[in-house]
């Protein structure tokens, strides 16, 4: 959603969606992102249950400033190993 005009014919959600059914993390912090877990990822959530693959998404917030910082990082490793490696 970062180039011109698309949000003119879909939403937030459907842009989201757009890899389903791969697994996806959404990390939001303290800048342009903190609401999407409130507003836009629960329909997110609901294309991925819809189409069976529920397990396959999430949304974490971190109430810290923009930086990929440890705490996000080491929650996406787990996410990656999860679904890269097969741990559970």
């Known amino acids: 959603n970062h180039w011109p005009g698309p949000l003119r014919f879909t939403d937030a959600p459907e842009i989201s969606a757009l890899g389903l ?12 992102t903190k609401g999407f877990c409130d ?4 329909a997110v959530r609901a294309l991925y249950e819809a189409s069976g693959a529920g397990d ?18 080491e929650m996406t490793y787990r996410w990656m190993a999860r679904w890269l490696r097969g741990c559970a």
């Open 21 to 32: 059914p791969l697994p996806v993390l959404y990390v939001t912090m303290d800048d342009w």
């Open 56 to 73: 396959r998404v999430a949304c974490a917030y971190e109430p810290t400033a923009h930086p990929y910082d440890r705490s996000k990082r």
């Open 39 to 42: 507003k836009t990822f629960p």
